[in-house]
T-cell receptor, first 111, second 115 residues
Framework: TQLLEQSPQFLSIQEGENLTVYCNSS?????LQWYRQEPGEGPVLLVT?????EVKKLKRLTFQFGDARKDSSLHITAAQPGDTGLYLC???????????FGAGTILRVKS | DTEVTQTPKHLVMGMTNKKSLKCEQH?????MYWYKQKAKKPPELMFV???????INESVPSRFSPECPNSSLLNLHLHALQPEDSALYLC??????????????FGSGTQLSVL
């Protein structure tokens, strides 16, 4: 069974601080996606990483895919209250047209 | 149009009621999904439709009945639900790529409360 383990489960920080969220697995994935979900809304795709070692930047967010394509990280620089939400990593399941989701990281940024 | 539209946004129903959730997308996606999400937890897959045919049923109880009338619409019929079925129900769509899931576009969900 493919599993994605996310850490930490919950993060509460002050505005302006930096943070990193991790997504780890013992399985190799062809790609990995990161979603952010705000309260009362559905998840929204932030990025897809495909190549081992790949780094993608989206404004203050930096995403990295591990060299072996088993892990990924999301780093947020100078967090803002608008970054508050549930962050989910997800990867294609080995079989079937579906995604495997990590358990999620709840981020709260206080002003 | 990159939206997935879900109606209603909120639904309260009794355990003997029959109701339906609706989902619509006009992105030409040929894969559509129903997910159930409890508060502060990741979405749990319920059903996948690929080219209007049910391709995955994640052992969902029969009180949930999906329907895909055409490539743009997805319904979830609810009957005799239990209080533990209260959750956010999310619809999503993606391009169907040889059976591997592409990126998902989610609707805003229907917040369901079963009394």
């Amino acid at each position: 069974t493919q599993l994605l383990e996310q850490s930490p489960q919950f993060l509460s920080i002050q505005e302006g601080e930096n943070l990193t969220v991790y997504c780890n697995s013992s399985s190799v994935f062809s790609s990995l996606q990161w979603y952010r979900q705000e309260p009362g809304e559905g998840p929204v795709l932030l990025v897809t990483v495909v190549t081992g070692g790949e780094v993608k930047k989206l404004k203050r967010l930096t995403f990295q895919f591990g060299d072996a394509r088993k892990d990924s990280s999301l780093h947020i620089t100078a967090a803002q209250p608008g970054d508050t939400g549930l962050y989910l990593c997800a990867a294609p399941a080995e079989y079937g047209n579906k995604l495997v989701f990590g358990a999620g990281t709840i981020l709260r940024v206080k002003s | 149009d990159t939206e997935v539209t879900q109606t209603p946004k909120h639904l309260v129903m009794g355990m003997t009621n029959k109701k339906s959730l609706k989902c619509e997308q006009h992105m030409g996606h040929r894969a559509m999904y129903w997910y159930k999400q409890k508060a502060k937890k990741p979405p749990e897959l319920m059903f996948v439709y690929s080219y209007e045919k049910l391709s995955i049923n994640e052992s969902v109880p029969s009180r949930f009945s999906p329907e895909c009338p055409n490539s743009s619409l997805l319904n979830l019929h609810l009957h005799a639900l239990q209080p533990e079925d209260s959750a956010l129900y999310l619809c999503a769509s993606s391009q169907a790529r040889q059976g591997r899931s592409g990126k998902l576009f989610f609707g805003s969900g229907t917040q369901l409360s079963v009394l």
